[in-house]
């Protein structure tokens, strides 16, 4: 027997001996058990952390406590029994059913322990009461309330000592930084305030209702303390309730003692679940948040790896990181203008999902950006209304003189209505020359080639049909990847870089539309069909002109510390709209250019306090813009660099040229009014 088992064992027995004691300071007539039991969380608790080979510790304990009582044989011989087998129970359903994570962390930690604590207390409450029956301790007509209320107070007590003794005898909670040293005596003093309001002032005993101040301290210590701190809230919450009514306070102080507890005991149980699980939910999902940044950090190394393996997909990849990160600028605006103006209750877990996925693309993008320094190519959508018989007229006119080069017949069948999409005229175009030149290129010369256009609804339908060498099946998933081409193209036209289907798809899904390929077999021709959505305009009017649409007016921002003149510069019209009325909600007065030359030009003549400036301009380079806007306004305006590129040296050069902060899109608006506010207090 080693030394560290004897004082284990010393422990165990002196702990369960003094818990028992102060429970039965609580026992009120034979009719009833005592109402408070914490020696039942201590042995599971100990067995719990130190192995079951401490059974014989609660067995010695239980009798020794049973040594003071004036029980019968079979009595106390039953009560020995019946506490060691449910403590044993406990802990094996705990370790081997529960899989039990002594930090509590996971949801099935708190539903399982709690379930844990309701049943096995069964056990000894049942063989107690039968023990005592038998041996003539107690009459017939109290086993029932006796076992009822035997079970209840070991339950609800186990309950609510259990994961406070085992989470703080595994790891105890100590302080890590100054400012959770601050909230956490924020949130603990709260509570003190708030369970003295309740169960020991004078609004204890005018309703129920003091009950309420007790949610918003328990709220906060199981989102931000976890169960670590709830745990500890519990506990604390538990002493305050069950001494408050035992000396006739609070607000269930309104019959004899005994039923003073039994309703302290249950409130104290129900509370006492709900934000035990309430803690346990949030740390879970903490943890696969944690998770899930390890495996996007090893997906991201893999892409490097294979990136840097393969200089050309590594281009693909390197803009098509980049350019995801203009639309996930706005997106976040969005969401800070969607939270401004209101999200419906049953929407509220959805629209958290969508703001936690897309801060998580945005780490994603932030490795995959670094190797695009290969690559200076943009890909910037400038949606506007555009018409489609414009569109495929353009692009006929691209191809037409390779059709005839070709001897190809080309036959265009439209529908009579205008039809307006919503995109960027440019790269539409570019999906429809890009087919018709595949088309082309893949038919024997004095082929056919028809791209017809039907309207269906809300979105229109766009095929090239052509006479050519046809696609094998085995072909239509692979041939929309970079670099993938198909054989058989006559020598004249050459083979190409494999990049037209694949650029076309991507494309048209930037458009919110698709690709797809349908093809006989080798020799009997293809048909690439290109499925886009209509604008919302009607088809026969005339493109009207951008007006601004009336929104709903959102809930009011506090203001901004200090309201500045800002001016954003941003090619990214959406995403420049979308911050300016961010700013504005908070109190801003807000200036929008699009281009390097035209920041220069407004500051020069209207010195904004701040400029919000994006790096990739269509003209000139951010970084050249800050150098001459810092040496011409000096030191005091505050330079604000807005860019997709976040590794260290982009932020690095950023400083270099005289920006005061670099934030990598997409920031929240949060970030930026930090920015703004911390360099004006210097």
């Not at 005018?206 to 009950?211: D, E, K």
């Not at 020069?604 to 806007?629: C, M, R, T, W």
Request: hydrophobic residues 50%.
């Amino acid at each position: 027997m080693s030394l560290q088992y004897i004082w284990r064992f010393v422990v165990v027995v002196g702990a369960y001996f003094f818990a028992a004691r102060i429970g039965l300071f609580f026992h009120y007539g034979p009719e009833f058990s005592t109402l408070i039991w914490p020696p039942t969380s201590v042995a599971v608790a100990a067995l719990f952390l130190w192995g079951y080979e401490l059974w014989p510790a609660v067995m010695c304990a239980s009798l020794l406590v049973c040594s003071f009582l004036e029980l019968s044989a079979i009595g106390t011989v039953g009560s020995v029994l019946g506490a060691t087998v449910e403590v044993f129970v406990g802990v094996y359903v705990l370790r081997r059913v529960v899989v039990l994570d002594p930090m509590l962390g996971r949801l099935r930690d708190a539903i399982g322990l709690i379930a844990t604590s309701v049943s096995i207390t069964i056990i000894g409450a049942s063989v107690a009461t039968l023990a005592l029956g038998l041996g003539g301790d107690i009459s017939a007509a109290v086993r029932g309330p006796l076992w009822f209320s035997w079970w209840l107070s070991d339950s609800l007590t186990m309950l609510v000592s259990t994961p406070f003794l085992i989470r703080w005898m595994w790891k105890p909670f100590f302080v890590r930084t100054v400012r959770e040293f601050v909230e956490g005596s924020a949130a603990f003093g709260l509570l003190v305030v708030a369970n003295v309001l309740v169960f020991w002032s004078s609004l204890a005993h005018a309703s129920i209702l003091p009950l309420a101040y007790l949610f918003a301290p328990l709220l906060w210590v199981a989102i931000r303390l976890g169960p670590r701190g709830i745990t500890l809230a519990n506990a604390l919450t538990a002493a305050f309730a069950l001494s408050s009514a035992y000396f006739g306070h609070g607000v269930f102080a309104h019959g004899t003692t005994i039923e003073n507890l039994f309703l302290t005991q249950g409130f104290v149980g129900i509370i006492a679940s709900v934000f035990f699980i309430v803690a346990s939910s949030v740390e879970e999902l903490r943890e696969t948040e944690a998770v899930l940044e390890g495996h996007i950090g090893k997906l991201e190394g893999m892409v490097e790896r294979v990136s840097s393996e393969d200089k050309a997909k590594t281009e693909f990849i390197a803009v098509l990181a980049h350019e995801l990160r203009n639309p996930l600028a706005p997106i976040v605006s969005a969401i800070e203008l969607v939270r401004i103006n209101g999200v419906r209750p049953e929407n509220a877990k959805l629209f958290e999902t969508i703001e936690i996925q897309t801060r998580t693309i945005g780490r994603l993008l932030d490795d995959l950006l670094d190797i695009s320094r290969i690559s200076h190519e943009k890909l910037i959508l400038q949606k506007e209304p555009v018409e489609l018989q414009s569109i495929i007229t353009r692009a006929v006119e691209t191809v037409d003189r390779f059709m005839q080069n070709r001897q190809h017949s080309l036959s265009v069948v439209l529908p009579e209505q205008s039809l307006w999409l919503y995109g960027d005229s440019v790269r539409l175009t570019q999906i429809f020359i890009n087919l018709l030149y595949n088309a082309g290129k893949y038919t024997k010369s004095g082929g056919r080639v028809t791209l017809t256009a039907q309207w269906q609804h809300n979105s229109v339908r766009i095929s090239i049909t052509d006479t050519g060498i046809g696609i094998d099946s085995r072909l239509f998933k692979k041939i929309f990847e970079p670099f993938v081409q198909g054989d058989g193209a006559p020598s004249e036209v050459g083979t190409g870089l494999g990049v037209g289907l694949a650029l076309s798809k991507r494309l048209a899904e930037l458009h919110g539309g698709t690709i797809s390929v349908a093809s006989e077999g080798p020799g009997k021709g293809s048909v690439f069909t290109v499925t886009l959505p209509l604008s919302r305009f009607e088809q026969t009017r005339p493109l009207p002109q951008k007006r601004e649409v009336g929104a709903r007016m959102p809930a009011p921002l506090p203001r901004s510390a200090r309201q500045l003149r800002v001016l954003i510069v941003d090619d990214n019209e959406y995403a420049a709209d979308a911050l300016r009325q961010l700013l504005e909600h908070i109190g801003h007065t807000v200036a929008v250019v699009h281009r390097g030359i035209d920041a220069i030009a407004y500051v020069a003549a209207h010195s904004p306090e701040a400029v919000l400036l994006d790096i990739g301009l269509p003209d000139i380079s951010g970084y050249e813009v800050a150098k001459q806007l810092r040496a011409a306004q000096g030191p005091t305006l505050v330079l604000i660099a807005l860019s997709g590129y976040g590794q260290r040296e982009d932020k690095q050069k950023a400083l270099a040229v005289g920006f005061t902060h670099h934030l990598t899109k997409p920031a929240r608006i949060a970030d930026i009014e930090k920015a703004l506010q911390t360099y004006v207090k210097k």
